[in-house]
């Protein structure tokens, strides 16, 4: 009777281990689902709130492309315009490089190279490094802007937007200005600052100045800035109330983020830093809506290269490619390099466990003329 209670015993020990093995191995099985579903759902999260953002920042910019105060450089069937008379001064001495202190022109870009529709792009693991080849851009000028060259990762098209600076307050000229002058009466100062790149507008042209001094208490703003040509004279004569307001340049592009991975960037020319808006934005095409002919319907969308005025432009097309944070495992890794369509290019991407998706929109100029 003993030895069979102690084989009953055994056997229920053992009985025992088989059943706690295997709730234990489908409690580990469930842990693990659940802790890839949440990697899974929190990458999802992350695409879509950066996706979210970069076309948001970049989408705002593009809306106001050419607006300068009450008038636009892009607004090319106005009567003035089809008078003959130049719609955008720019007194400005150019820049170093050819993109800078350039207020004639609402937009400009690169196209990358060999990503021409039908093209093909590559994006590189981590750490990526940024291009010093400017041939690798096309644009109708040439290659990529000196002021970019080992900014931007190659693959990636840029965009460029001048406008007046957002939501800033226009100030107002309460005297006449004639051509030859270089002092404006206004009204008040308001947050004008000296060395600041402005312009003036009547509603029917406009001139880009640089800020010289400027008078609070006299109420004075002086147009010969030290980077101003023509001692000040800004071209046209201004009568009131003629709107003031700092103007900017900003270019959007991709470049190397703090994490050493792809992210979207923009650099201000009226600060003249290069900042990092959106991480793991790994690639960004676009395509630009012309319009050469009233009514402002758009004919095509070409590359940057092909477009021939880009006071033409009424609206741009934008694919980004957003990839979940570096370091967490997403997805299985795939038996081969993903491929995605971005405008038509397609674009290749490492065999990881990071997830992707392409966010694009098309962005009507608000600035353009019906």
Sequence with gaps: MRRRHIGLTMIEMLIAIVLA?????????????????SSTTAAMSAISDNGRVALSFIGESVRSGGYMACNATNDIR???AAAGVTRQLNILQAGATPVQRNYTEAFGGYEAGNTAVPGVATVLPPPVAADGNAGDWLSGAG??????VGQVVKGSDVLVVRQSVPQDIPVYSNANYNAGQNVIS?????NLQPGQYA???DCSVSTAFQIGAVNGGA??????GALDQFGGNLQWSYGPPAA?????MAIYYIGVGRDNDSALFVY???????????PDVENMQVLFGVAPTTPNQVTEYVQAQRVVDFNQVVSVKVALLVASPVGAAAVPIPAAAPTYNLLGVVVTVPADTRLRKVFESTITVRSAAL
């Design 186 to 190: 206004v009204y008040s100062v308001g």
């Design 219 to 224: 109420n004075t703003i002086s147009t010969a």
């Design 21 to 37: 093995t295997v709730v234990l191995g489908a409690a580990v099985s469930l842990f693990l689902a659940n802790k890839n579903t």
């Design 78 to 80: 106005s009567a003035v």
């Design 143 to 148: 290659g990529l802007d000196g002021l970019l």
């Design 268 to 278: 201000h020319e009226s600060t003249g830093l290069f900042q990092e808006l959106v």
């Design 244 to 248: 003031i307001t700092p103007v900017d």
């Design 199 to 201: 312009v003036i507008s």
